[in-house]
Structure formats: C-alpha cells, structure tokens
C-alpha cells in the first residue's frame, strides 16, 4: 500500500486498511480518482425505494455493500485525524471510584496511580505522615496533561466499609453516589439544551480486596454483587507486598475463582479482530494479571543500588510500586489510562448506564411501543407473509373441497330419489300391464268359448241399476 503524502501524486492502489492514515495536507479530495483494482469492471450498486426504511436496511445489508480498491487518495483514511484533532481539542474525562474495607490504602494508591496529589495542598499531608482515614466520599478532579492532550481525572474515595459490627448496608452511600451520578446525567440528557452535558458517571471501580490469601469475604461478595450491574468492576489484592509470589498467584486463582461462581461480572477488556498482533498481545498481557496485585506508596525511598524510587522499604529490601516484576500496579495504570479508558467509558455509556436508564424510564412509567422500533429481518417477515398466504390458499381449498363434496351428496341423493321414483312407475306400469293382459285373456276366452262378454262385464261390476 502506497502511503499518501500531500495529496499530489497519483497513488497505485489504497485500501481501506485499519492501519494508521498517513496525513495529508493537501485537500483529501483533490485526487479523487475511483476506478476498479484487478482490471474488474465494478457494479454499481443502487439502493433505491420509495419506503426508507426498506432503503436503509438494503443498505445496511452486507451482500449490497461492494468492497472495492481504489486507485487514487479520496481521503477518509484521514478521518481518524479528524477524530484525533476534535478529541484533542474537547479533552478526555475520566472518573475512578476506588471502593473496598477500611485501610486497605485506596487512598494511597489514588495518589501513587496518578503520581499526582489529588487533594487540594491543605489536605496534603507531609511524605512521612499517612493519610488519614477517609469519612465521607471525595471527589478530587486534576486536570492533567501530556504531550498536549488534555485528561480531566476525577477520583471519587470512598471511606472503607467492614469497620462495623453490623456491615449490612455500609455500601449504601456508595452504590448512592453511583446513582446520583447516573441521575443527573438522565437529567441533563432530557434538558433541551444538551451541548454541554459534563459527564460524571463513574466509568470504573477499582475493588481493593483484603491480602487474606483465602478466597473472598461474603461482605466483599456481597458489595460486588451491588456493584457490578453499576459500574466496570476492576478488583485488585490490596497491600500485596504483604503476600509472597506464590501466595500472589494462588490468592488470584481463588478470587478469579469465587468472582465466577458467584456470577460477579467483572470488567473484561473487548478483543477486536481487527487489532494488530502486538496489541492484542499486550491487552491479554494486561487482563492476565487481573485482579492486579497492587503497592501503594506515595514516599520516595533509596534502594540498595543508590536509586530513589517510589516503594515501600523492609528489612530485607524494597518493594518498587514502578516495577513490574515487584507488582501490578504499572498493569493496573496502563489498563484505566493508556489501554482501556475509552473502553471502559464506552462500556459505561452503552450497557450499565443504559441498562440504569430503561430501568429508570420503564419504572416512572415511561413505555414504548416495542412494535415500532422492533428490527425487522426481512427474510423472517417474508417467511411469515409466506406461511401465512399458505395457510390461506389451504384454508380455501378445504372449504371448496367441502362445498364440493357437498355438492355432490346432494345430486346423489337427487339421483337415488328419481330412480327410485322410476322404479316404482316401472312396476307399477308393468302390474297395470298385466292386468291388462289377463284381462283380455279372460276376454279372449269366454269369445271363444261363445259366452256374451257384456253380460260378464255387468256382472263384474257389481252394478246394482
Ligand atoms: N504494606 C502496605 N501498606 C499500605 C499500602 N498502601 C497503603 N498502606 C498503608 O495502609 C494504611 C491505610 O492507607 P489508606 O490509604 O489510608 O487506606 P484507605 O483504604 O484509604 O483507608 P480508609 O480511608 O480508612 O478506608 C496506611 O498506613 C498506608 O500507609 C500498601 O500497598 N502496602
Ligand atoms: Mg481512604
């Protein structure tokens, strides 16, 4: 594939290929040159209909969309830099919750993650200080810059459940706040003016699990479980400079284990078929290490080679927050921010708000005709006219079948009744007949035997003149 490169020469061939667009800076359409790869003359392909609808899904239909070469820059390879260009200039949000038992170090870690105090300076306690326990849920917003792109942070802290001898409900607040922030943006979606609408629904939730080495908490289970048709759960093992290597990977395959059984959706990063190799390989080399097995630290210390790095020192040495071979936490960073922010936002707005949303809307009340905006497949919607029209014609035939056969028992029994009608004027001619014929026998024989026949007649008559 030839590259384009200010939109002056002519190019061979340029496929609409998912491999980064060279820029140009010319007009993208001033080479604009359609033609047909491999000599093969192209069909053109019309949608065209009087109904919309029926237009839109012809067009929509794989089998009428016609993939072609084309032999000059047109310039939609450039749209992704249109893309970069508008997300650059609006900026990025992107708001963690961080959720889990009392003193499990979310706090500390929400200020290792973005290697940024969040906490406005008065809170900002000097390096040797630990933070103190968190009360109430925080709200910290940094906006935060790199290479000109502009990221707005929001990290909500929430204060640590488990505290209490009676925990039931201590998420309350928490699984609270997720709602409120889906509320509000429902609100300003039904404003009439949505241009501005400031996102503030939490996008993931990193879930500190306690360093027991055992398997889950039923509190830990339980909160997940509130948790997880709300928000992208990300569950990490807190403290895990407190575990050894070993211990790391059996206490994940446990957790990984109960996550399952107790049917806890937890975040999963998408495949996508069309990503390179490399990428691919390094999403699964992210999501392996889930739940990431994290060190907080907010203090630099020296290590035994005279380097200063964030970590935690003990006698036999220090544990590096930075280093990958000490822990996840590098995994867990480059997952919200370099990998999968826009993944885990997307996966906010397109399942768990809008699974929140129809809730919402169908509990106020608020009801749609399923009928209207249901997909129709037009080769089932031509199945059941077909099956329907079958139905018909056989219902039809049936009844002329009936009419016919109905028909028919009538002019049978007609038949019968006339032929029975004959049959008896048959006898009855044929006994008249005979006798008729002794009759004139009788006649015949008294002539011949001389005898008046009159006389024989009045006599039989009984006449009594
Ligand atoms: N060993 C070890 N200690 C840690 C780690 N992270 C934090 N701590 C310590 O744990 C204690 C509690 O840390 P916080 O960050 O306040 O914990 P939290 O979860 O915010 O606590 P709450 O706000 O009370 O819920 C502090 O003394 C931290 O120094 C870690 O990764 N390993
Ligand atoms: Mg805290």
Redesign the pocket.
């Known amino acids: 594939m030839t590259t384009a490169s200010n939109g002056a020469s002519p190019i061979d061939t340029m496929s609409a290929s998912p491999s980064p667009p060279a820029v140009s800076n010319g007009s993208p359409y001033d080479e604009t040159n359609y033609g047909a790869a491999n000599g093969e003359a192209p069909v053109p392909q019309t949608v065209s209909s009087s109904n919309p609808k029926a237009a839109a899904q012809a067009a929509s239909d794989m089998r009428n969309i016609v993939r072609r070469k084309l032999t000059g820059y047109v310039g939609f390879a450039n749209l992704p830099n249109q893309w970069h260009r508008k997300s650059v200039r609006k900026g990025f949000n992107f708001n963690v919750m961080v959720v889990?038992e009392?003193?499990?170090?979310?706090?500390?870690?929400v200020n290792t993650l973005f290697n940024t105090s969040l906490y406005p300076p008065k809170e900002r306690k000097p390096p040797s200080l630990?933070?103190?326990?968190?009360v109430s849920i925080q709200s910290i917003s940094a906006d935060i810059e790199e290479n000109g792109v502009r990221l707005r942070l929001t990290v909500v802290?929430t204060?640590?459940f488990g505290d209490f001898i009676n925990n039931d409900e201590s998420w309350d607040p928490i699984v609270k706040n997720i709602e409120q922030r889906f509320d509000a943006y429902l609100d300003a979606e039904n404003k009439v003016n949505r241009m501005n609408i400031v996102d503030n629904r939490i996008h993931a939730v990193v879930f500190?699990i306690q360093p027991t080495g055992h398997s889950l908490k039923p509190l830990d289970v339980e909160v997940m479980r509130k948790l997880h048709t709300k928000v992208n759960l990300i569950p990490v093992i807190?403290?895990?400079?407190?575990l050894t290597d070993e211990e790391i990977t059996a206490f994940k395959h446990r957790i990984l284990a109960d996550i399952a059984h107790h049917q806890i959706q937890i975040f999963e990063g998408p495949r996508y078929e069309l990503d390179d190799d490399e990428t691919i390989a390094e999403n699964n080399e992210i999501m392996s290490k889930v739940p990431f097995a994290?060190?907080?630290?907010n203090s630099e210390v020296a290590t035994a080679d005279g380097r200063k790095v964030r970590g935690?020192r003990y006698p036999w040495g220090v544990i590096e927050v930075d280093n990958e071979e000490h822990c996840d936490f590098v995994k867990l960073r480059q997952m919200l921010i370099r990998t999968h922010m826009e993944e885990l936002k997307e996966n906010t707005n397109n399942f768990l708000y809008e699974n929140y949303r129809s809730d919402k809307l169908a509990a106020m009340g608020v009801q749609q005709d399923s009928s209207v905006f249901k997909e129709v497949n037009p080769a089932v919607k031509q199945e059941e006219e077909r099956s329907l029209h079958e139905a018909k014609l056989q219902k039809m035939e049936m009844e002329m079948k009936m009419v016919f056969q109905q028909k028919v028992a009538e002019k049978e029994s007609k038949l019968r009744q006339s032929e029975e009608e004959l049959y008896a004027r048959h006898r009855e001619m044929k006994e008249q007949l005979d006798r008729q014929r002794s009759e004139l026998e009788e006649k015949k024989t008294r002539i011949e035997q001389g005898r008046p026949v009159e006389k024989e007649t009045k006599r039989k008559g009984f006449s009594l003149r």
């Open positions: 889990g009392s003193g499990l170090g979310k706090s500390t870690l630990d933070l103190q326990k968190t802290d204060p640590g500190f807190a403290k895990s400079d407190t994290v060190v907080g630290a935690r």
